[in-house]
């Protein structure tokens, strides 16, 4: 077993970015967004399971942790593939976990009041760093390519891959600003439409990621060389995405801490 995971070691450290989420631009943008809508009672339990510190804080710590002996049993949890031949619905469950099972298990956890302190925050910073995960496509993608991670592009003339795209090069290209700055510009929206966007549950929400992932695949064929053209194209669901999943993350949070704000 020792052997196995010196190897697994090796090749997390031989490609980085596999099972990465946003990098971490994205997720503290989801994390902030999210913080500007918690209700006060919600923002009070919030901080003291996060001992003071903020969800931005915290909104990437999963991606380092579940790389870690203690909690690699996460290391399926940021992600839910589907290879073309299934539906999201027929595809096969991993045993392991996924995404979507790992903010039901996590949140209905955290809501039944029944987690130790310490579990409970645990539970907490999972929820912030997933919810951001949910809605990078790359996190819906194929099961073949390891979510885009195998799917070769090239990045104006660097050479990497359709996942790492999605992560990084895409939202920071996209705009030049700041995690509060992006929270500032995107974060605009009309209560009618919030509502709508709130509609839903995390199967519905992956469901939608997915649909978006397709759409992707079929704009970027293996080997595409991506420029300005596909940056205009794509950074308008960047920014949906990123403004959704800190919607979507308050509104989850509110409906366990302070269940009168449930909508
Ligand atoms: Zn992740």
């Known amino acids: 077993m020792r052997y196995y995971k010196f190897i697994f070691i090796l090749l997390a450290a031989a490609f980085p970015s596999l099972t990465y989420g946003w990098g971490q631009k994205g997720h503290d943008v989801v994390a902030e967004i999210a913080s500007r809508h918690l209700t006060p009672k919600t923002r009070a339990a919030v901080d003291s399971l996060l001992g003071g510190k903020t969800p931005v804080y915290w909104a990437n710590w999963l991606d380092n942790a579940s790389h870690t002996p ?36 996590q ?71 700041s995690y ?9 929206v009309t209560a009618e439409l919030e509502a709508a966007l709130l509609d839903g549950d995390f199967s519905s929400w992956a469901v939608e990621t997915y649909e978006i992932a397709k759409e992707v695949y079929a704009a970027t064929p293996q080997d595409t060389v991506i420029s300005y053209d596909y940056i205009a194209r794509w950074s308008p669901v960047v920014e949906q995405q990123l403004l959704k999943g800190g919607l979507r993350l308050a509104y989850i949070l ?10």
């Open 70 to 105: 203690q909690y690699d049993y996460s290391l399926t949890w940021h992600y839910k593939n589907v290879d073309p031949e299934y539906t999201y619905e027929t595809a096969p469950l991993n045993p392991k976990g996924d995404i979507v099972r790992a903010l039901q298990q």
């Open 180 to 188: 509060t700055e992006w929270a500032d510009q995107t974060d605009r």
């Open 107 to 177: 949140t209905e956890a955290l809501g039944s009041g029944s987690l130790s302190r310490q579990d409970a925050s645990l539970a907490l910073k999972m929820v912030i760093h997933l919810m951001g995960d949910l809605h990078q496509p790359m996190h819906l993608g194929r099961y073949s390519d390891r979510g885009g991670n195998r799917h070769k592009v090239s990045f104006f003339d660097k050479e990497t891959n359709l996942h790492s795209v999605w992560d990084t090069s895409l939202p920071e290209s996209a705009h030049k600003w």
């Open 254 to 263: 509110n409906g366990i801490f302070d269940s009168a704000s449930a909508k």
